[in-house]
Nanobody, 118 residues
Framework: QVQLVESGGGLVQAGGSLRLSCTAS????????LGWYCQDPGKQRELVAA???????NYADSVKGRFTITRESAKKTVYLQMNSLKSEDTAVYYC????????????WGQGTQVTVSS
């Protein structure tokens, strides 16, 4: 199992940007998938973005065109660039790794809070 540590969350005004980072405890070069979930209290957890070993990406409809997931294997880090933030993006964001099924992942980070003020 790989340990994941997120950073980069915080408070931002609507329309602003944040970049989340997730650093793994070991090489991510061959990890079967990396991604980001968000969860707001009282709401279901949602897969926001994912990237495969081959570099293919997919996004939730709510963030398409605004969020970008990338990874930098040399730094064992996956990023989530969040632009044009909206108040509804407010949530705890979790980094995940090692995809074992549609909604099944082997490793989760501890989460980082993103708060967007309107």
């Amino acid at each position: 199992q790989v340990q994941l540590v997120e950073s980069g969350g915080g408070l931002v005004q609507a329309g602003g940007s944040l970049r989340l980072s997730c650093t793994a405890s070991r090489s991510i070069f061959s990890i079967n998938g990396l991604g980001w979930y968000c969860q707001d209290p009282g709401k279901q957890r949602e897969l926001v973005a994912a990237i495969t070993t081959g570099g293919s990406t997919n996004y939730a409809d709510s963030v398409k065109g605004r969020f970008t997931i990338t990874r930098e294997s040399a730094k064992k880090t996956v990023y989530l660039q969040m632009n044009s933030l909206k108040s509804e993006d407010t949530a705890v964001y979790y980094c995940v790794a090692d995809r074992r099924g549609s909604e099944l992942w082997g490793s989760w980070g501890q989460g980082t809070q993103v708060t967007v003020s309107s």
